[in-house]
């Protein structure tokens, strides 16, 4: 529909999300959330990096990390800018199980079937994290470890979190930096 998403972050000790949706002229769309404006209050901080993705009924899907609680944060939102109460937990998921190294970077994708996967970078970006949640924001233990994958690119990768899937192919972009002190 031609709309402009932009999602912010505000640390401790508000920890609100805000996602705030203007129309294509650039004007505030006052009919999403309060004035144009989603704000929650999200469990620990947020972190640095923020993905949105728009579902094919409208909804929307937010992905940060909680570097408090260690853990990933998937928030869906109505296409009217309100919490979708049949979401996770009143519209926000949690991921558990993520090891404390994890940081953010998170990417989102969606299968065929409904289920959603996100890409997670480690620290020092050589390791990768997709954890898988059912449609309904619960994680989806069948994947990997207990809902969680991870590949380990040290050798060969010093950043990147794309996600795609083709032909029912999970695929995951990296890239090889510049050789460090050169």
């Not at 609100?16 to 650039?26: C, D, F, H, P």
């Not at 570097?67 to 998921?93: A, C, M, P, T």
């Not at 990147?160 to 899937?165: A, F, K, N, P, V």
Request: with cysteine.
């Amino acid at each position: 529909d031609d709309k402009i998403l932009l999602t912010a972050r505000s640390g401790f000790p508000d920890n609100q999300l805000y996602v705030a949706r203007y129309n294509e002229n650039g004007s505030v769309d006052t009919g999403f959330g309060a004035n144009g404006i989603l704000m929650t209050t999200i469990k620990g901080s947020v972190g640095r990096d923020h993905s949105i993705t728009i579902l094919p009924d409208g909804k929307i899907l937010v992905c940060g990390y909680n570097s408090i609680e260690k853990e990933f944060q998937l928030v869906r939102i109505q296409s009217d800018g309100s919490l979708d109460s049949s979401f996770g937990k009143s519209g926000i998921s949690e991921s558990y199980g993520v090891p404390s190294y994890a940081n953010g970077g998170c990417a989102i994708v969606l299968q065929e079937d409904g289920k959603i996967i996100i890409s997670a970078c480690q620290a020092n970006y050589h390791s990768y994290y997709r954890i898988r949640f059912e449609a309904d924001g619960k994680v989806d233990k069948t994947f990997g470890d207990s809902g969680v994958s991870y590949s380990d690119f040290s050798h060969l990768a010093s950043a990147g979190t794309s996600l795609y899937i083709r032909d029912d192919k999970l695929i995951q972009l990296a890239y090889k930096g510049p050789p460090e002190n050169k």
